[in-house]
């Protein structure tokens, strides 16, 4: 079945400890996102990435970092720097890339719960 | 930059009936999009339904349509014959079609409870 998963459903960080969420596509699309979702509020963009190895800050990028080496892969790392990361977070992924054509769609994984120890 | 509104944080709806969901935005563009995602309690989003801007009819997907009025920014989701399962969070969310940045602009949700 083509879509996207994201692992662990769950993850505990200990403080000071680096976690790496990770996101899987076999949608074949171009584009990959990562947002946070905090209680009582709307998802905002961490980071993107249109294309292999190229991405893009979001809007909260911060104590955040991505990769981009394979299309089917957007691995997120949230490092020591960020000091409030519980919360749920979602990748999703889209057709679109550089080519910005018209249509485009973003499809979301099932998410992963951060808490912190 | 873009800001999505939604001033409804919960609604209820009896099964079987209308409710209307509203959503506002703020935008200087034209050219754009805008949806609205589905959360259930498995917290997985889930396109609901897609509106073009530079399109005048209001999109339609089974029991769900939307109300876009582009001058007023407005984009409500209506949903006919209610069904226990449409019980989620629901999202408005902006997306520019300007250069090549596709990132989705979300509102703080509207929390829908269906009632027997």
């Known amino acids: 079945d083509g879509g996207i998963t994201q692992s662990p459903k769950y993850l505990f960080r200990k403080e000071g400890q680096n976690v790496t969420l990770s996101c899987e596509q076999n949608l074949n699309h171009d584009a990959m996102y990562w947002y946070r979702q905090d209680p009582g509020q709307g998802l905002r963009l961490i980071y993107y990435s249109q294309i292999v190895n190229d991405f893009q800050k979001g809007d909260i990028a911060e104590g955040y970092s991505v990769s981009r080496e394979k299309k089917e892969s957007f691995p997120l790392t949230v490092t020591s720097a960020q000091k409030n990361p519980t919360a749920f977070y979602l990748c999703a992924s889209s057709t679109q890339g550089l080519a910005g054509a018209r249509g485009e769609t973003q499809y979301f994984g099932p998410g992963t719960r951060l808490l912190v120890l | 930059a873009q800001t999505v509104t939604q001033s409804q944080p919960e609604m209820s709806v009896q099964e079987a009936e209308t409710v209307t969901l509203s959503c506002t935005y703020d935008?200087?563009?034209?050219?754009?999009?805008l949806f609205w995602y589905k959360q259930p309690p498995s917290r997985q989003m889930i396109l609901v339904i897609r509106?073009?801007?530079?399109?005048?009819q209001n999109a339609t997907e089974n029991r769900f349509s939307v109300n876009f009025q582009k001058a007023a920014k407005s984009f409500s989701l209506k949903i006919s014959d209610s069904q226990l399962g449409d019980a989620a969070m629901y999202f408005c969310?902006?997306?520019?079609?300007?250069?090549?940045?596709?990132?989705?602009?979300f509102g703080t949700g509207t929390r829908l409870q269906v009632t027997l």
């Open positions: 969310a902006y997306r520019s079609h300007t250069g090549t940045a596709s990132k989705l602009t």
């Open positions: 509106q073009e801007a530079y399109k005048q």
């Open positions: 935008t200087s563009e034209s050219d754009y999009y």
